[in-house]
């Protein structure tokens, strides 16, 4: 599925794509809709630097048994568990 924001909000909002992005992976995070590495790849940046963007702006994250488990199998996959 594909989304369009109207270049008239980004105007409107002095946001580039970039940033709007970013602010819609932000609040679908804090909303728990998607995981750290779901929003920092909506967001189009590396999971560190959205959790950067996270801590700039305060917000906690939420670290659940589930993410737990995928940065453990993710970890044995690259051989380092």
Request: no cysteine; proline share 1%; hydrophobic share 45%.
């Amino acid at each position: 599925m594909s989304v369009i924001v109207p270049d008239e909000i980004l105007t409107v909002t002095r946001m580039t794509e970039a940033e709007m992005r970013q602010e819609i992976a932000v609040m679908l995070f804090q909303r728990e809709k998607l995981t750290l590495a779901q929003a920092g790849r909506f967001a189009g940046i590396h999971r560190v630097a959205f959790q950067h963007l996270l801590a700039s702006r305060r917000i906690s994250m939420h670290y659940g048994l589930e993410d737990f488990e995928q940065d453990i199998q993710n970890l044995r996959e690259m051989g380092r568990l």
